[in-house]
């Protein structure tokens, strides 16, 4: 069974960067898409950034374009996150799914999840 853990999260100023982790134990990587998504205090978990298993194209949700990189290997995936803001202050969860491609940012599409790392951005 799959197993997922991150790491990498901190408090930041505002225009700097972090690098989020997720370590996979259990089973490879490869076997999953992985998405990563974010849940601020009082709002819903949202997704932000999807690498597909099948052939590794990349998924990303507006708020993040241009300033966030998804990447992975085969026992982990990465979340490069630059120029971060205020309004990217969330809880960070990797999650892995079976589906072959980034298909949605459902939920229930991800089977796997890990217990999440907090970033925190302000000045």
């Known amino acids: 069974q799959l197993q997922l853990a991150e790491s990498g999260g901190g408090s930041v100023q505002p225009g700097e960067s972090l690098t989020l982790s997720c370590a996979a134990s259990?089973?490879?990587?490869?076997?999953?898409?992985v998405a990563w998504f974010r849940q601020a205090p009082g709002k819903e978990r949202e997704g932000v950034a999807c690498?597909?298993?099948?052939?590794?194209s990349i998924n990303y949700q507006d708020p993040v374009k241009g300033r966030f990189t998804i990447s992975r290997d085969k026992n982990a995936a990465y979340l490069q996150m630059t120029n971060l803001k205020p309004e990217d202050t969330a809880t960070y969860y990797c999650?892995?799914?079976?589906?072959?491609?980034?298909?949605?940012?459902?939920?229930?599409?991800?089977?796997?999840w890990g217990p999440g790392t907090q970033v925190t951005v302000s000045s």
């Open positions: 999650a892995g799914g079976p589906a072959y491609f980034c298909v949605d940012y459902l939920l229930g599409s991800y089977n796997y």
């Open positions: 259990g089973v490879s990587l490869d076997f999953y898409t």
């Open positions: 690498i597909a298993r099948r052939d590794g």
